[in-house]
């Protein structure tokens, strides 16, 4: 009887599991249908719960563009030169202080001149002696010529004596040596002496080399100065000099007297410079060819070390299909943007052509009107839903 009892037990408590194990299979199926449904599964609403993307946008136009070569250098003055000391000495005076204008042969620097101005007046004295001593030595060569002549003629007429005669020409020899000889060399040599002093008393002054503006000044009252030591420098920016690097592909666009277009972004100008130089070799060491343009500076706006560009125009297009730059994505071999198609992003393989600053030609893959993504390219994907929060300046 113990053991009739016992069996429904059993059968209950395996009932028991098998529905606890049934239950859990068929709740796990409910669970994962309705993930589905929220999902886009079983035809639900499929942007329920998908997340916009913020982006910005731009619109597609016609517009004008022009592909430029553009070439970078540094603007110099047309000529600099230093002030240079010929003597050694001592700085006396400073006649001209920094950034003011001189012109060629203006004194800047005087040094101190020691005994050399009295010297210079001796020698003067001297100098203007013996050139008396040549005057008075060709007027006895005169009365010398004058004496022979008559004690030739009294010897004719038996007045004098052939000594007469001889003494006079000795006389006249001698005049002529003094007069053509002595007197020459001894003028010659007190010239000489007086240009030396000369020369170093004008050395002592330190003149500019040439018209310009003193662009430094490295020398004040007391110190010393060396032969041959630059004190300064003089530069002349009425011209200023920009030299570009120029490839082997666009050498050939320059031609000296050309005019181009130049930009200089510091000074906020844009000028007019002429091709002066274009040379038949490249930079020693480099494949770039150093052109030299000139340009005007008779306002004074472009200062030496100011960055100035070369703008040579390339190509033209007019009412073009364009889009932003930043629109535009090259992923290896693939270039395409993002168009904006009801509130999805849809990827739009393209073909460009020439860049103009931050628009770039569209030959195919868009229309004028047509709405690209230029920002946040990177967290897209063909067909992803994106809301438009703004539009990207023009």
């Known amino acids: 009887m113990s053991s009739t009892r016992r069996r429904p037990r059993r059968l209950a408590v395996l009932l028991t599991g098998g529905t606890i194990f049934a239950l859990a299979a068929l709740g796990a199926g409910c669970s994962l249908l309705q993930a589905g449904n929220e999902t886009g599964g079983g035809g639900g609403d499929t942007t329920a719960g998908e997340e916009a993307l913020p982006v910005l946008v731009a619109e597609v136009q016609h517009r004008d563009l022009s592909a430029d070569l553009r070439l970078s250098g540094t603007l110099e003055p047309d000529r600099t030169a230093p002030l240079v000391s010929l003597t050694g000495g001592r700085v006396a005076e400073v006649l001209v202080d920094e950034g003011e204008t001189v012109r060629a042969g203006t004194v800047v620097i005087r040094l101190d001149a020691g005994d050399l101005p009295s010297r210079l007046q001796q020698a003067q004295a001297s100098y203007d002696l013996a050139v008396a001593g040549l005057e008075q030595a060709r007027l006895q060569l005169e009365h010398a010529q004058q004496l022979y002549a008559r004690t030739q003629a009294f010897m004719e007429r038996g007045q004098a004596t052939r000594w007469d005669v001889e003494d006079a020409e000795h006389q006249l020899r001698m005049a002529r040596h003094q007069a053509e000889v002595v007197a020459p060399q001894q003028v010659e040599q007190a010239r000489a002496a007086l240009d030396v002093l000369r020369r170093q ?167 004028a009107g047509e709405t690209v993504i230029v920002t946040g390219q990177e967290n897209l994907f063909d067909g992803a839903r994106v809301r438009p929060v703004g539009e990207a300046a023009r």
């Not at 930079?283 to 343009?293: C, N, R």
């Open 201 to 367: 008393l004008e050395e002592t002054r330190i003149t500019a080399p040439i018209a310009g503006t003193l662009a430094r000044l490295d020398a004040d009252v007391g110190s010393p100065v060396a032969a041959g030591q630059p004190v300064g420098m003089v530069v002349d920016a009425s011209r200023m000099r920009l030299v570009v690097p120029v490839s082997e592909l666009h050498i050939g666009r320059f031609r000296p007297g050309a005019a181009v277009a130049v930009t200089v972004p510091a000074a906020g100008v844009e000028l007019t410079g002429e091709v002066v130089f274009v040379p038949d070799i490249p930079a020693q060491g480099q494949l770039s060819y150093p052109v030299e343009v000139m340009l005007d500076n008779a306002d004074g706006l472009l200062k030496a070390g100011m960055t100035a560009e070369v703008v040579v125009p390339l190509d033209r297009r007019q009412g073009v299909v364009a889009a932003p730059v930043d629109a535009v994505v090259n992923q290896g071999d693939e270039t395409f943007v993002y168009v904006v198609e009801d509130d999805r992003a849809r990827r739009r393989p393209v073909e460009t052509g020439i860049l103009d600053g931050s628009w770039v030609e569209i030959v195919s893959g868009l229309e």
